[in-house]
């Protein structure tokens, strides 16, 4: 089972929808959060961290349920610039603190 | 641009050759990691370091790979005798302070080198 899992997509929506990510990961006693974006042929950048109470930035919603080990994001009113790839992200809180990504949902948001 | 430089940012490898890819952090940043992204695949951890130090190699494999961040100069990520496996996009990524890696999710990463094996 891999660490971090996501639905690979693609997730084909019109612009303006709503669209939701799910993520789980596999160790209970996991960390920290995050959701990157990388688009296509570039690095991935940081979107946002998701903290236990859910946190908002804009249109973007991200929840942490620690009892079922998932994780989401929520797009709101999507926009063309919002087509990427979004990974889950987490930290196991391992000695190097690396950050451990899921292979990423893709995202298409059309006209 | 005081961002993370990773060189070069193409390569080309027949099979058997050597591959090295180069890396410097961010100014100030002396934690490195180097990351591999296979087509349509996610991030994988390969190697954690520090200046003259290697911390966590736990994702390497265990032959023909190699790194190495030196008191002076570039991060490098070498690959001897290359396989069409290892083409890829190795990405490297910088950070000041490993545990604010923990508690802010924020590595900066470089542009990628991909890395074709003919």
């Known amino acids: 089972r891999k660490e971090v899992e996501q639905d690979p997509g693609p997730f084909n929506v019109p612009e303006g929808a709503t669209v939701a990510f799910n993520c789980t990961y596999s160790n209970s006693a996991s960390q920290s959060f995050f959701w990157y974006r990388q688009d296509c042929r570039k690095e991935p950048k940081l979107l946002m961290s998701?903290?236990?109470s859910g946190n908002e930035d804009g249109r973007f919603t991200a929840q942490l349920n620690r009892a079922s080990q998932y994780i989401s994001l929520l797009i709101r009113d999507s926009k063309l610039s919002d087509s990427a790839t979004y990974l889950c992200?987490?930290?196991?809180?391992?000695?190097?603190?690396?950050?451990?990504f899921g292979g990423g949902t893709r995202l298409m948001v059309k006209p | 641009n005081a961002g993370v430089m990773q060189n070069p940012r193409h390569l080309v490898r027949r099979r058997g050759q050597e591959a090295r890819l180069r890396c410097s952090p961010m100014?100030?940043?002396?934690?490195v990691y180097w990351y591999r992204q296979l087509p349509e695949e996610g991030l994988k951890f390969m190697v954690y370091?520090?200046?003259?130090?290697?911390?966590?190699e736990s994702g390497m494999p265990k032959e023909r790979f190699s790194a190495e961040f030196p008191k002076e100069g570039p991060s490098i990520l070498r690959i001897q005798q290359v396989v069409r496996g290892d083409s890829a996009a190795y990405f490297c990524?910088?950070?000041?302070?490993?545990?604010?890696?923990?508690?802010?999710?924020?590595?900066?990463f470089g542009e990628g080198s991909r890395l074709t094996v003919l």
């Open positions: 990524a910088s950070s000041s302070v490993a545990g604010e890696v923990a508690n802010t999710g924020e590595l900066f």
């Open positions: 370091l520090q200046k003259e130090n290697i911390i966590d």
């Open positions: 992200v987490v930290n196991f809180g391992n000695a190097g603190n690396m950050l451990t």
């Open positions: 100014k100030g940043h002396s934690h």
């Open positions: 998701v903290y236990s």
